[in-house]
Structures are given as structure tokens and as C-alpha cells.
């Protein structure tokens, strides 16, 4: 209850005596000074710039969803990147396995060839392939 509801409940009732060690009232409260006027948002071009702990804060909220934004857009910028790296090595590797295929095959053609030239050789020329270690290579004669 407040302290008017509680004067206006008593002054209501009937008049009661008072017990004979009333306690004391409570002085008056004391008025409020006046709030001092708001500081100018614009800064006095006498006073210096203040420095340390007294140096006003950069109110970064204007900047924080931007700068959120910008870092999410780099993670995807990142992510299609490395996708693009990942599909691009999948088409190497697949290149690759087709480029050992045909050189495996080329190489076979080429033995099969090479062996129906040697068999020719020998059929009808009468050669017969040397030892490899029989084979002796000659240095040319020195240019005078």
C-alpha cells in the first residue's frame, strides 16, 4: 500500500488514539537538481583529442552485418572454388586413365608389328638378332 492510500484509509476510518511513543516523521525529502543538459554531440574545436582509456568508442553495429555478409560470401566464394578444383581434377584423372589406356594399347601394337618385322627378317633375309652382349658401338674418328 502506498503512502497516500494508507492517509486516505485513515483519514476514512474513525479516529484512533495514538499510542503514546509515536515515532518520529521522516523529514521531507529534498528536491531533485535539475538533469544537466545533454552534451553537444559536435566536439569543441579548442579542446584536445582525448587519448587512452578516456578515447570515445567506434560504434561498430553499422558495420557488423555487413562484415558478417562479407565473410559468408567468402566461405561460399572458398567452397565453389574448391568444388570446381575437385570437378576439374575428376576430368584429369578420367583424361589420364584414357591416355595410359591408348598408350597401353599403342605399345602392344607396336610389339606386334616389330615382332612380324623381325620374323620377316628372319624368314626371308636369314638375320638373326645378336646377343646383346656381342654388340660393340665404334667412336668415330676424331674431325682434324
Do not use: C, H, W
Amino acid at each position: 500500500m502506498s503512502a497516500r492510500a494508507s492517509r486516505a484509509a485513515a483519514a476514512a476510518a474513525p479516529a484512533r488514539a495514538r499510542p503514546a511513543t509515536a515515532r518520529p516523521r521522516p523529514a521531507p525529502a529534498r528536491p531533485r537538481p535539475a538533469p544537466a543538459p545533454a552534451p553537444s554531440r559536435r566536439r569543441a574545436t579548442t579542446r584536445p583529442r582525448p587519448r587512452g582509456a578516456a578515447r570515445r568508442r567506434v560504434n561498430v553495429r553499422p558495420l557488423l552485418i555487413p562484415l558478417i555478409a562479407l565473410v559468408l560470401g567468402g566461405i561460399v566464394f572458398v567452397n565453389v572454388a574448391k568444388l570446381t578444383l575437385t570437378n576439374e581434377t575428376g576430368k584429369v584423372i578420367e583424361r589420364a586413365r584414357v591416355v595410359e589406356g591408348q598408350t597401353a594399347r599403342l605399345k602392344s601394337d607396336l610389339e606386334q608389328r616389330n615382332a612380324s618385322v623381325r620374323r620377316t627378317a628372319q624368314q626371308k633375309l636369314g638375320m638373326i638378332a645378336p646377343e646383346s652382349d656381342s654388340v660393340t658401338y665404334l667412336d668415330p674418328p676424331a674431325a682434324r
